[in-house]
């Protein structure tokens, strides 16, 4: 009886601290920019047939003085629910862009960096407005910015959605769809977008259950992703690659891009700026 007390008296401090620690992510959220708790990581996208590094992605992080580094699975949400998106959104902006322009006075290699955007975020009305005037802030060219949305973000207004990525074409930003087949997408629903989306990002949940040895219904979805989007003019990135076999069948197929823990974690911008000065980036042994 005693055990059996102990294990619930521990259960009720385990949700009581996660209880906490929700009111306090909610309640600190709203001033995690001005105290400058947020902050990007960066991941390198190499191109498959070279290792070179053609781009990255930039991924926010909070570090909160109490309860350390908090993942944005935890307080995007929250952001969304609050109305705190849009701010933390055009920090992640003009954050990027500014870091883009460092690097780039540092004499070190241009890349085009991608940000993710809320399908909340994509759809205001003030999107390219934004963009364009954090641009001529940091002095950037449109080309080395890129915009990742999810495809909820294309459910909405099909009429305004079509508005919204010709514009920012029309400025020299490519687009990308990220997380492609955990939503309501099908193979056939790509065609809609042809000539207005440039990459399709293959969820990981796909890249996970590639092998040589099994799973073969998985190999055939990614390898008829890939060429399907090949013949509607895309580009794809592999995303949560980890291992070489992997990578191995990803060439094969000729998926063009490849992004996960076998090149690099997301990184700092201090030690991205390092990977920024190799020729190529070799795949990491033990990377998961």
Not at 56 to 67: G, S, Y
Not at 165 to 172: A, Q
Not at 268 to 274: C, R, S, V
Request: negative net charge.
């Amino acid at each position: 009886m005693q055990s059996k007390v102990n294990l619930e008296n521990s259960s009720d401090k385990t949700n009581s601290k996660h209880t906490n620690k929700l009111s306090s992510i909610e309640s600190d959220l709203r001033y995690a920019i001005e105290r400058n708790q947020l902050e990007l990581y960066y991941q390198p996208k190499i191109y498959a047939k070279t290792n070179q590094m053609i781009g990255a992605e930039a991924l926010i992080r909070w570090n909160h003085p109490k309860w350390g580094i908090i993942s944005p699975n935890e307080f995007i949400p929250l952001a969304e629910s609050t109305g705190l998106i849009n701010e933390i959104g055009k920090w992640v902006k003009h954050t990027a862009c500014t870091q883009i322009k460092a690097w780039h006075e540092a004499k070190l290699p241009m890349i085009p960096i991608s940000i993710n955007l809320s399908a909340t975020r994509f759809l205001e009305r003030d999107l390219i407005t934004n963009i364009v005037q954090t641009l001529k802030e940091t002095n950037l060219e449109a080309q080395y910015l890129e915009i990742e949305i999810t495809e909820s973000s294309l459910l909405e207004n099909e009429e305004v959605v079509f508005s919204i990525l010709d514009d920012l074409r029309n400025l020299g930003i490519k687009i990308a769809l990220d997380d492609f087949g955990t939503g309501y997408s099908s193979l056939s629903y790509l065609n809609r977008f042809k000539g207005k989306i440039d990459i399709l990002k293959i969820d990981r949940s796909f890249i996970n259950d590639l092998s040589n040895s099994h799973e073969e219904d998985s190999n055939f979805i990614v390898n008829m992703i890939i060429q399907l989007s090949h013949q509607l003019k895309m580009s794809v990135i592999a995303e949560g690659v980890e291992t070489i076999e992997q990578l191995n069948l990803l060439q094969k197929y000729n998926c063009n891009t490849i992004q996960g823990y076998l090149f690099s974690k997301p990184l700092p911008a201090t030690e991205f700026a390092k990977l920024l000065k190799k020729d190529r980036l070799e795949p990491l042994e033990n990377s998961i």
